[in-house]
């Protein structure tokens, strides 16, 4: 069964703490990892990883990929009281050769950043 | 630009009624996704449609059905309403292989 685990599950921050989120993974077929904030409603997308890209950054994020260790951290330097989220972590890939896009989530990881 | 459009935005229903979601993807993109979250949890696929045809097919249970039309929006049917129902219900979309999933803002549908 495909799993993601996402670490820590919470984390009290205050603003400009750094903060490193933790992602492993047990897909079959990898062919991504997502990153993505989510706030009151939809996720909204963070970073996208695959074999040819695993490193990225913009702004205060990063984020890279360990495909011997099967996992992924997210970076937040300098944090905000904006960054107050849930962070989660989404892996594409499993099942058969249709399964493109189709995503199994990490728990997420909740992030408060207090002023 | 264009994001991916859900229908309604709050739903309340009672136990053993039926429920139709709706999902607008982005333009041009052909396939879309369902999935579930729980309070609390994390976001569980459901099903998926590739060119109007079901793709692939996750946690979804047997009284839930879904469809892509030809206009590639696509709708999702609940019928026989459980409380345990109840959750934030999620629409993405993507063109296959080559971008990232992009969601919409959801359902909330809460059963009574």
């Known amino acids: 069964e495909d799993k993601v685990v996402q670490s820590p599950l919470s984390l009290v921050v205050h603003e400009g703490d750094t903060v490193t989120l933790n992602c492993s993974y047990e897909v079959t077929n990898f062919r991504s990892l997502l990153w993505y904030k989510q706030e009151k409603k939809a996720p909204t997308f963070l970073f996208m990883l695959?074999?040819?890209?695993i490193e990225k950054k913009s702004g205060r994020l990063s984020s890279i990929l360990d495909k011997k260790e099967l996992s992924s951290i997210l970076n937040i330097t300098a944090t905000q009281t904006g960054d107050s989220a849930i962070y989660l972590c989404a892996v594409e890939g499993g099942g058969g050769g249709t399964s493109y896009g189709k995503l199994t989530f990490g728990q997420g990881t909740i992030l408060t950043v207090h002023p | 630009a264009a994001g991916v459009i859900q229908s309604p935005r709050h739903l309340i229903k009672e136990k053993r009624e039926t429920a139709t979601l709706k999902c607008y993807p982005i333009?041009?993109?052909?396939?879309v996704y369902w999935y579930q979250q729980g309070p609390g949890q994390d976001p569980q696929f459901l099903i998926s449609?590739?060119?109007?045809?079901?793709?692939d097919k996750g946690s979804i249970p047997d009284r839930f059905s879904a469809q892509q039309f030809s206009d590639y929006h696509s709708e999702l049917n609940m019928s026989s309403l459980e409380l345990g129902d109840s959750a934030l219900y999620f629409c993405?979309?993507?063109?296959?292989?080559?971008?990232?999933?992009?969601f919409g803002q959801g359902t909330r549908l809460t059963v009574v």
């Open positions: 449609f590739y060119e109007k045809m079901q793709s």
């Open positions: 993405a979309s993507s063109i296959t292989g080559y971008t990232e999933a992009f």
């Open positions: 333009p041009r993109h052909d396939t």
């Open positions: 695959t074999s040819s890209g």
